[in-house]
């Protein structure tokens, strides 16, 4: 498994780039940097991405910038072509977790023995939005991809990176 300058190499230099200048300019709000920082309890987290993705460039910036905040958080990311190949996991219940959901983004909680999927392809609010409103899935699929909901990624984020274990 990877840490996310390993994972930029997952891809080819335009892809890394894009991902890199995406993440850069990532801001927190202040309440957000503060709960983060504010985190004791050490929470494991496997994310499923590679940077050719654009939805896995946006959540991958905004989960990588909210680690960087508390040494508590330790994240590696893997690729699809890495996730079916079992001496990647450290139990088998990982693996089985990461090979029934194909989906990028996945965001795993593997945290002691589980592996749980915190979040997958879209964040819940988008899958929301595209529910209420079936008709608008592809402009709220291109603002999500251009940035236009950074703080509702934010947010979303947060909340799974602060509940409680």
Not at 20 to 34: A, K, N
Not at 106 to 116: M, P, Q, R
Request: contains cysteine; hydrophobic residues 40%.
């Amino acid at each position: 498994m990877a840490h996310f300058y390993e994972y930029l190499e997952f891809s080819n230099d335009e892809d890394r780039e894009n991902q890199l200048e995406v993440y850069v300019e990532v801001t927190l709000e202040p309440e957000t940097e503060d709960k983060l920082k504010a985190l004791s309890v050490q929470g494991d987290w496997l994310v499923m991405a590679e940077p050719h993705c654009p939805d896995c460039v946006e959540i991958v910036a905004y989960f990588q910038r909210m680690a960087k905040l508390n040494s508590n958080i330790k994240v590696e990311y893997i690729s699809c072509k890495e996730a079916q190949e079992a001496k990647q996991f450290k139990h088998d219940e990982q693996l089985q977790a990461v090979v029934s959901e194909p989906k990028i983004p996945t965001i795993f909680d593997v945290s002691g023995n589980k592996a749980e999927i915190a979040l997958s392809e879209f964040p819940q609010f988008l899958k929301d939005k595209i529910n209420a409103q079936p008709e608008k899935t592809d402009e709220f699929i291109a603002d999500f991809r251009m940035g236009k909901f950074g703080k509702e990624v934010e947010q979303e984020l947060l909340a799974v990176l602060t509940k409680v274990k």
